[in-house]
């Protein structure tokens, strides 16, 4: 079972980034499945999480700035990330909402620099 993050990279303030999720061994369309990051010397902090009947914002620090989608028959989820700041600059990690411990992988490095 396995969650792989990927798309993160540099980018410029004002800057938009597509984070992608992809799932082997477990069917994502069975979960809540939510979008988590961090930041250097911080905390792990949820991001936004979607289930079956549509998105569940969860969290203020990119809030309006961020859409998450998924795509059942892909089993895969997206993070769709704009207006992107040096704040932002984190790794990001796609799990179940609430986290399952043995489903973190990675993540994907987001770096929001000039």
């Known amino acids: 079972v396995q969650l792989q993050a990927s798309g993160g990279g540099l980018v410029q303030p004002g800057g938009s980034l597509k984070l992608s999720c992809s799932a082997s061994g477990v069917t994502l369309s069975s979960y809540t499945v939510g979008w988590y990051r961090q930041a250097p010397g911080k905390r792990r902090e949820p991001v936004a999480a979607v289930q079956s009947g549509g998105v569940i914002n969860i969290g203020d620090s990119m809030k309006g700035r961020v859409t998450i989608s998924r795509d059942d028959a892909k089993n895969t989820i997206y993070l769709q990330m704009n207006n992107l700041k040096p704040e932002d600059t984190a790794v990001y990690y796609c799990?179940?909402?609430?986290?399952?411990?043995?489903?973190w992988g990675q993540g994907t490095q987001v770096t929001v620099s000039s």
């Open positions: 799990n179940t909402f609430p986290a399952t411990a043995r489903l």
